[in-house]
């Protein structure tokens, strides 16, 4: 079974410039993260998808960061325009939830490493 | 704060000593887990330990939790080289906030 893809692997971009990463998680994997990893620290949640809704999305800049889930499986995060500050580790990870309350165990993808130059 | 913490942030061992590493939070939970992220490399799920437990045993890990005192353990016996790693503790807490600690590098010297 193929696990979390995410792509690119690495991405350099100028300030202001647009970048996107892409997901696709586990199959029939219900729920899908985004978090963002600065270096040395742990993993920050950006966003929250059961299935196509984003049920927490409170920790995503909404003026430069937006994301999907189209059809409730693959998704595509995306920053306009990027800043210095967001250089970091984008992780996307992928869990099959049967309901409320419990944390699941998440199975993560490699990640996007991201540089704003 | 409702983050998870773990101390020490960073630990260097001896292979084949024991490794211990600890997690508080300060909201109540349903279940704590434990992940391994190799230098580079996205996270590993190790164990997962539920708020009726106390402590849980998989191959070399030992995770205790302690929900009247807020607080989790990792133990690595006999570590080995390979067991060179950051550890977090995640929860998702009472307002389904999912939450990751800081981290303890361990570094595990051959």
């Known amino acids: 079974e193929a696990g979390v893809v995410q792509s690119p692997r690495y991405k350099i971009i100028e300030k202001k410039q647009p970048v996107a990463f892409w997901c696709n998680p586990i199959s029939g994997h219900n729920t899908l993260y985004w978090y963002l990893q600065n270096l040395g620290q742990g993993p920050e949640l950006l966003i929250r998808y059961e299935n196509e809704e984003a049920v927490d999305d409170s920790q995503l800049p909404k003026d430069r960061f937006s994301a999907e889930r189209l059809k409730g499986v693959d998704s595509t995060l995306k920053i306009q325009p990027a800043e210095l500050g967001d250089s970091a580790v984008y992780l996307c990870?992928?869990?099959?939830?049967?309901?409320?309350?419990?944390?699941?165990?998440?199975?993560f993808g490699p990640g996007t490493r991201l540089t704003v130059t | 704060s409702q983050q998870g913490e773990e101390d020490p942030q960073a630990l260097s061992i001896q292979e084949g000593e024991n490794a211990t590493m600890n997690c508080s939070y300060k909201?109540?939970?349903?279940?704590l887990q434990w992940y391994r992220q190799n230098s580079g490399r996205g996270l590993v799920h190790l164990i997962l330990?539920?708020?009726?437990?106390r402590e849980k045993h998989s191959g070399r890990l030992r995770v205790t939790l302690d929900t009247s005192k807020k607080s989790s353990s990792l133990l690595i016996t006999a570590s080995r080289a390979a067991d060179t790693a950051s550890y977090f503790c995640a929860i998702r807490t009472s307002y389904d906030k999912v939450i990751f600690g800081p981290g303890t590098s361990l570094s595990v010297i051959p």
């Open positions: 990870a992928s869990s099959l939830e049967r309901g409320p309350g419990p944390l699941y165990e998440q199975y």
């Open positions: 330990i539920r708020s009726n437990e």
């Open positions: 909201t109540s939970i349903n279940n």
